[in-house]
């Protein structure tokens, strides 16, 4: 009998220490498609004509459409744009001049610890973000909908706008409206079948993969999920750039956007945009 005993808490303790390698070893990676709704966005300027501004946006609308991988395991995340091959958007004619440039950045989460390190080269330099994760206090609600073979629930939550527009100069060619709400609306779905507080960008804190999320201008869609794969990314954080925390680096773009501001004002019978550079 007490043999039996012996044998059954030997198994027990195997079965617990499996258990806990398998949760240790469980990674995944997720790729998503990042699409941005072009009806908020509005094209002024007396130098372009109705063709101009329509190819503009076209041309805007492809540069805002974006592929994401994220890898993950059950604490930690790593999150990156996937580089394109084609030139940043550039366009060009009479009286305008267009040069939209961005460079995908690294996005490391630890939902253990509730922090985030973001490496982003932007204005030709690199910044080093450390801060906290967000608090996002998600309402769960009780509807579904299936993304690909998951099952998928909705939650809510809100957060305030951060950057806000720095100039009301109607001769700037690209206006994100004004009158647009202080508080955005996110509505996320996640699913309970891939157990990690994973998600996109920098959304996290729900009992599932977040396979969706939109916050009323962009939609952020899981096309493609492979668990425990054979080659396995380290996921590690990223170290380059200037350390500065999240307000900081808000900051740094806001100056910058009035300085390109500025530049545009002065430059005479030339309507020009700079984005990221």
């Not at 030709?124 to 450390?130: D, N, P, R, S, T």
């Not at 957060?159 to 004004?178: A, C, Q």
């Not at 977040?210 to 080659?231: H, Y």
Request: overall charge positive; some cysteine.
């Amino acid at each position: 009998m007490k043999n039996s005993i012996t044998a059954v808490m030997v198994f027990f303790l195997l079965f617990c220490k499996g258990e806990s390698i398998a949760q240790q070893s469980f990674s995944g990676k997720a790729t998503y498609e990042s699409k941005r709704d072009m009806s908020k966005i509005k094209v002024e300027g007396n130098a372009m004509t109705p063709e101009m501004q329509q190819n503009l946006m076209a041309q805007f609308k492809k540069s805002m459409e974006k592929t994401f991988v994220l890898d993950f395991d059950k604490t930690t995340s790593l999150y990156k744009e996937e580089q394109k091959l084609d030139n940043p958007l550039t366009a060009s004619g009479p009286g305008v001049r267009v040069r939209i440039s961005s460079s995908g950045g690294l996005l490391y989460k630890s939902v253990k610890e509730k922090r985030y390190v973001e490496e982003n080269d932007i204005f030709g330099k690199e910044f080093l973000i450390k801060d906290t994760l967000p608090d996002w206090k998600w309402e769960m609600g009780s509807e579904t909908k299936m993304i690909g073979d998951y099952t998928c629930y909705k939650a809510t939550a809100i957060r305030k706008r951060t950057l806000e527009p720095t100039s009301k100069d109607k001769k700037s060619v690209l206006n994100i409206d004004e009158s647009a709400p202080k508080e955005i609306r996110i509505t996320a779905w996640y699913t309970p079948d891939i157990p990690v507080s994973q998600g996109p960008d920098n959304y996290w804190g729900l009992p599932g993969l977040i396979l969706e999320v939109n916050d009323g201008d962009t939609t952020i869609l899981c096309s493609k999920i492979v668990l425990n794969p054979k080659e396995k990314t380290v996921i590690k954080e990223p170290t380059k750039g200037k350390v500065v925390t999240q307000k900081e680096y808000d900051e740094t773009l806001r100056k910058k956007a009035e300085e390109n501001m500025e530049m545009n004002k002065n430059e005479k019978g030339r309507t020009v945009i700079r984005i990221g550079g």
